[in-house]
């Protein structure tokens, strides 16, 4: 029993943590999270001290597949399958091609209320960035480097590759005054 329950808050987990990163360039004003309130510097909490434990966001994302683009599905039978689709692959891609991913893991986030409707808040977070970029040329390496009915070996280009990637840790300090019940402004540094 104990078994099933932490597979069900694991998959729980891993299923929030791979939905909501697509929402949190939309979602001013969703839900008590700081994560989803991380954009807006003048929401405060309503409550005296707030204090959240970490969170992890992940993100990933490509300049010329999806997922239609890289499968079919099969004819008669086999319908209920997906195979790859090279040639539609190869077709969509661009001379130079993406892949885009970022991580974002919310150590502590803390707030207090001050007098005068003002909110005082504190973020500590560690970013991830990482771009690969290849060529078309990528799909060649699906058909080896022997060319089986010439019996002779097959050239792949490997030039024009390149990885950048950055990581580094952000401090958030906020501050929010609520001027009237429906106007309120701030600011994070």
């Known amino acids: 029993?104990?078994?099933?329950?932490?597979y069900f808050y694991l998959s729980l987990l891993l299923f929030v943590a791979f939905n909501l990163p697509a929402q949190d360039k939309t979602s001013y004003f969703l839900g008590l999270n700081p994560q989803n309130n991380a954009l807006n510097p003048a929401h405060a909490?309503?409550?005296?001290i707030?204090?959240?434990?970490?969170?992890?966001s992940v993100?990933?994302?490509n300049s010329s597949l999806t997922f239609h683009t890289m499968f079919n599905k099969g004819k008669?039978?086999?319908?209920?399958?997906?195979f790859w689709d090279f040639e539609k692959m190869e077709k969509k891609m661009g001379k130079s091609?993406?892949?885009?991913?970022?991580g974002a893991i919310s150590l502590i986030f803390a707030g207090k209320q001050l007098r005068n409707r003002m909110y005082f808040?504190?973020?500590l977070s560690r970013k991830y960035t990482a771009v690969l970029s290849y060529p078309r040329s990528f799909l060649n390496l699906r058909l080896g480097n022997a060319d089986l009915q010439q019996n002779k070996p097959r050239t792949i280009d490997l030039n024009h590759y390149a990885l950048n990637g950055s990581a580094y840790d952000e401090f958030s300090f906020g501050?929010?005054?609520?001027f009237t019940k429906k106007f309120s402004g701030g600011l994070h540094l």
């Open 76 to 82: 008669g039978a086999l319908d209920t399958l997906l």
């Open 50 to 56: 707030v204090i959240f434990n970490p969170s992890l």
């Open 59 to 61: 993100s990933l994302a």
């Open 121 to 123: 808040s504190f973020q």
């Open 1 to 6: 029993m104990k078994v099933r329950c932490a």
């Open 175 to 178: 501050l929010s005054k609520q």
């Open 97 to 102: 091609n993406s892949i885009y991913g970022e």
């Open 45 to 48: 909490y309503n409550r005296d």
